[in-house]
């Protein structure tokens, strides 16, 4: 988990609300990455970012938003029209987004919809 | 497209006999392969990456990988299990193209007994 860090590491949200989650990494890595854990269905990328100011969508994209204007932030917005929101959020970061790069992970939010 | 499996949901052994986890691959170009373990409400942290040279890779805590371009798999291993090696196991793979996407498997919960 060293040098990513995300908060909060618990979140409560209540149906309608958006929320963001944060992700911080002192790696000087130039990609992260955000990933939904299910309980059985092992991790499914939502976004991720190779370069400041510029992000794409992963396989899981909707209902949620990011945005990377420094390069060592890239928060997680969950909106209002994500339909199953409970899960826990990890957050990664890598050197490059080079086939033999190694992403490293964060020690993860849960965010539970009331 | 790209894929891992992890035939086995749950492997269970005792403490000091070797433990094995599988993981098969599908993909259509060279893979690159990537262990991951996972503690209760922790981040995943990276165990060992198979990039290209020789099938045996070795890792972190004492664990070890066979690549087997044959039968597709990348088994994770180690010889004498620890309690303490009880966890959530993830194995990743990604290829050679434009696509820089890394697919999970669903997970293998390994429980070590005393």
């Known amino acids: 988990d060293g040098g990513i860090t995300q908060s909060p590491k618990y979140l409560f949200r209540k149906e309608g609300q958006n929320v963001t989650l944060s992700c911080e990494q002192n790696?000087?890595?130039?990609?992260m990455y955000w990933y939904r854990q299910d309980p059985g269905q092992g991790l499914r990328l939502i976004y991720y970012s190779q370069i400041v100011n510029d992000f794409q969508k992963g396989d899981i994209a909707e209902g949620y938003s990011v945005s990377r204007e420094k390069k060592e932030s890239f928060p997680l917005t969950v909106t209002s029209a994500q339909k199953n929101p409970t899960a826990f959020y990890l957050c990664?970061?890598?050197?490059?987004?080079?086939?033999?790069?190694?992403?490293?992970f964060g020690p993860g939010t849960r965010l539970t919809v009331l | 497209a790209q894929s891992v499996a992890q035939p086995e949901d749950q492997v269970n052994v005792a403490e000091g006999n070797p433990l094995t986890v599988k993981c098969t691959y599908s993909?259509?170009?060279?893979?690159?392969l990537f262990w991951y373990v996972q503690y209760p409400n922790r981040g995943l942290q990276f165990l060992l990456k198979y990039i290209t040279g020789d099938n045996l890779v070795k890792g972190s805590y004492g664990f070890e990988a066979e690549f087997n371009k044959s039968q597709t798999s990348f088994h994770l291993k180690k010889p004498s299990a620890l309690v303490s090696d009880s966890a959530l196991y993830f194995c990743?793979?990604?290829?050679?193209?434009?696509?820089?996407?890394?697919?999970f498997g669903a997970g293998t919960t390994v429980t070590v007994r005393a």
């Open positions: 790696l000087n890595h130039d990609a």
């Open positions: 990743a793979v990604r290829v050679l193209s434009n696509d820089y996407k890394l697919s």
């Open positions: 990664a970061s890598s050197s490059r987004t080079g086939k033999t790069d190694t992403q490293y």
């Open positions: 993909v259509s170009g060279n893979p690159y």
